[in-house]
């Protein structure tokens, strides 16, 4: 009778651990990285659009800052053209 106590029973299931469990390993994180490479794909419109934003009598060192989104992709990272022309 006493094989088929609550005990026994809970036996034939159960198998005890044979080593003891690996160590997780640990990465410590730095903060964000100094440099991501990202790629930007502009259409002829989309660069003169950007490009008409400068006016004929501006320096050649003037710049402009355009903001874009950029997005994890299969090949790294991509700026989003759709935004950056806004």
Same mark, same amino acid.
């Given at each position: 009778m006493a094989a088929y106590s609550g005990y026994g029973v809970m036996n034939l299931f159960f198998k005890a651990p044979t080593s003891d469990p690996k160590p997780v390993e640990q990465k410590k994180i730095e903060g964000p990285p100094k440099?991501?490479?990202?790629?930007?794909?502009?259409?002829?419109?989309?660069e003169q659009k950007m490009l008409s934003s400068f006016k004929?009598?501006?320096? *050649? =060192?003037?710049?402009?800052?355009?903001?874009s989104v950029v997005n994890k992709s299969a090949n790294g990272?991509?700026? *989003? =053209?759709?935004?950056l022309v806004r």
């Open positions: 440099q991501i490479n990202a790629s930007v794909l502009l259409s002829k419109w989309q004929d009598d501006d320096h *050649s =060192s003037d710049m402009r800052v355009f903001t990272w991509r700026i *989003s =053209s759709t935004h």
